[in-house]
T-cell receptor, first 115, second 114 residues
Framework: DQQVKQNSPSLSVQEGRISILNCDYT??????FLWYKKYPAEGPTFLISISSIKDKNEDGRFTVFLNKSAKHLSLHIVPSQPGDSAVYFCAASASSGGSNYKLTFGKGTLLTVNP | ETGVTQSPTHLIKTRGQQVTLRCSSQSGHNTVSWYQQALGQGPQFIFQ???????GRGNFPPRFSGLQFPNYSSELNVNALELDDSALYLC?????????????FGPGTRLTVL
């Protein structure tokens, strides 16, 4: 039972354009969401997070949008750079529940930014 | 400040054997979480240790066990290895046990079970 779904295994964009990575979740207890980036042979690196009390969080070129009614979040990267090419994982947690220690990850989306 | 390190980098074992994977947490962090990442999948939570005690566990059988030491480094032990245990094992350290305490991942240990 995939509680966090990233339905696009891959995405290819041109340098300078916007990259939009999508994530859906099914567990209504999830109230804290994160995006991680992973390069080959390295561990995932934290990018940005958002709490369910917000619908948008921005950090430089990275913005995460949360639509609670649709149980959907997206990561926007503007402008995209070749160094952004990596696998992006969406993760979620029920931060106020008994499992507030646990992150549930999606399968990831491979982003390729072409020069 | 040193980051999260894991050893060994790669490991090959046969079915039925036992394996121990190691993780050194980042300075100032008291929590280590372990994840299994199978090919083509996202990391799946195994368990978390906070101040030397198991703080939570995912859907993994008891043959997956762990330890955390007074310096907050950690071990993952897997007994009676099965072919499906072949995966990348990631550890992450954090300054606290909650999901809002950002987890910093090591590079992982690639385990192959033949």
């Amino acid at each position: 039972d995939q509680q966090v779904k990233q339905n696009s295994p891959s995405l290819s964009v041109q340098e300078g354009r916007i990259s939009i990575l999508n994530c859906d979740y099914t567990n209504s207890m999830f109230d804290y969401f994160l995006w991680y980036k992973k390069y080959p042979a390295e561990g995932p690196t934290f990018l940005i997070s958002i709490s369910s009390i917000k619908d948008k969080n921005e950090d430089g070129r990275f913005t995460v949008f949360l639509n609670k009614s649709a149980k959907h979040l997206s990561l926007h990267i503007v402008p995209s750079q070749p160094g952004d090419s990596a696998v992006y994982f969406c993760a979620a947690s029920a931060s106020s529940g008994g499992s507030n220690y646990k992150l549930t990850f999606g399968k990831g989306t491979l982003l390729t930014v072409n020069p | 400040e040193t980051g999260v390190t894991q050893s060994p980098t790669h490991l090959i074992k046969t079915r039925g054997q036992q394996v121990t994977l190691r993780c050194s947490s980042q300075s100032g962090h008291n929590t280590v979480s372990w994840y299994q990442q199978a090919l083509g999948q996202g990391p799946q939570f195994i368990f978390q240790y906070y101040r030397e005690e198991e703080n939570g566990r995912g859907n993994f059988p008891p043959r997956f066990s762990g330890l955390q030491f007074p310096n907050y480094s950690s071990e993952l032990n897997v007994n009676a290895l099965e072919l499906d245990d072949s995966a990348l094992y990631l550890c992450a350290s954090s300054p606290g046990p909650r999901a809002v305490d950002t987890q910093y991942f090591g590079p992982g240990t690639r385990l192959t079970v033949l």
